[in-house]
Nanobody, 125 residues
Framework: QLQLVESGGGLVQPGGSLRLSCAAS?????????IGWFRQAPGKEREGVSC????????NYADSVKGRFTISRDKAKNTVYLQMNSLKPEDAGIYYC?????????????????WGQGTQVTVSP
């Protein structure tokens, strides 16, 4: 069973930055999985933010975060990151990372099988 752990959330002012991390359980390599980041604000449905395929060669972003967020993976550290810049109040919510076994195609923001517990991001003056 793949277990994912998010970290890096916190309180930041509008315009600020945060870097979220998604790490796998100790004996599981993320090399075989596409990884996605999702978020859920209070009273709203969960939405896909970004994903990266298993090789790191392709990425995908929601229109609302293009140009501000960057997803990357460090295979040596078995970790996927979400760098979030120019944060806005509407970016606030619980951020989850998720994994699905890779197939030969661009990653998509749906159909993930394994989920972390989430990390809170608050954007406020």
């Amino acid at each position: 069973q793949l277990q994912l752990v998010e970290s890096g959330g916190g309180l930041v002012q509008p315009g600020g930055s945060l870097r979220l991390s998604c790490a796998a359980s100790r004996f599981t390599l993320l090399d075989y999985y596409d990884i996605g980041w999702f978020r859920q604000a209070p009273g709203k449905e969960r939405e896909g933010v970004s994903c990266i395929n298993n090789s790191g060669g392709t990425t995908n972003y929601a229109d609302s975060v293009k140009g501000r967020f960057t997803i990357s993976r460090d295979k040596a550290k078995n970790t996927v990151y979400l760098q979030m810049n120019s944060l806005k109040p509407e970016d606030a919510g619980i951020y989850y990372c998720a994994a699905v076994q890779s197939v030969p195609r661009m990653c998509v923001l749906e159909g993930y099988d394994y989920w972390g517990q989430g990390t809170q991001v608050t954007v406020s003056p």
